[in-house]
């Protein structure tokens, strides 16, 4: 089937505008991830959802950024008031279950966000 | 918090060679160490993955070696092909219950010459 697919796949904006990041996990995964890949860099967590709910959003930077998942499934990641520092590769990844199991995250191709 | 360490940054052999990518871990209670394999251009992916109740795992090239007393595991590829040209993620995490967080190393470009 098809896996984790991100939109957009580059995004280019100025600094203090506002950005939304859209991830479709794979379909009947319930735990959704997302992380941020800085150039040289490996992934730096930001956000886990179990479902519905943010379960853990202690990687996010700061209250800039914001995450939803309303219906358990798409996830748009959500920053605001860009900055230069910003720019990085945003990478969503599901996983089956996110429970004590220890199941795999299946990453997204990434969204490459430049703010300029 | 979890701090995974990488080395090396580069790393470049002839085909049919083995590499062996290493990594530390800090946080005694991590249970769980997957690589990554990441292309240019696509997201990570998995290309194989270690439990701390196991002292090694292989999957045909691809091996795995955790040391848990000393908080260091290993990524060993032999024999070599082009195609294993790529940036290598080391990863750990602590199962809580609470999900799967995953602290990624700093990658290892991986170079296999003609």
């Known amino acids: 089937g098809a896996g984790v697919s991100q939109t957009p796949s580059n995004k280019v904006t100025e600094k203090g505008k506002y950005v939304e990041l859209r991830c479709d996990p794979i379909s009947g995964h319930t735990a959704l991830y997302w992380y941020r890949q800085s150039l040289g860099q490996g992934p730096e967590f930001l956000i886990y959802f179990q479902g519905t709910g943010a379960a853990d959003d202690s990687g996010l930077p700061n209250d800039r950024f914001f995450a939803v998942r309303p219906e358990g499934s798409v996830s748009t990641l959500k920053i605001q008031r860009t900055e230069r520092g910003d720019s990085a590769v945003y990478l969503c990844a599901s996983s089956p279950n996110g429970g004590w199991s220890t199941e795999t995250q299946y990453f997204g191709p990434g969204t490459r966000l430049l703010v300029l | 918090g979890e701090n995974v360490e990488q080395h090396p940054s580069t790393l470049s052999v002839q085909e049919g060679d083995s590499a062996v990518i290493k990594c530390t871990y800090s946080d005694s209670a991590s249970n769980y160490f997957p690589w990554y394999k990441q292309e240019l251009g696509k997201g990570p992916q998995l290309i194989i993955d270690?439990?701390?109740?196991?002292g090694e795992k292989k999957d045909q090239r691809i091996a795995v070696t955790l040391n848990k007393t000393a908080k260091h595991f290993s990524l060993h590829i032999t024999e070599t092909q082009p195609e294993d040209s790529a940036v290598y993620f080391c990863a750990a995490s602590r199962l809580t219950g609470g999900g799967n967080k995953l602290t990624f190393g700093t990658g290892t470009q991986l170079k296999v010459e003609l």
């Open positions: 270690i439990r701390s109740n196991v």
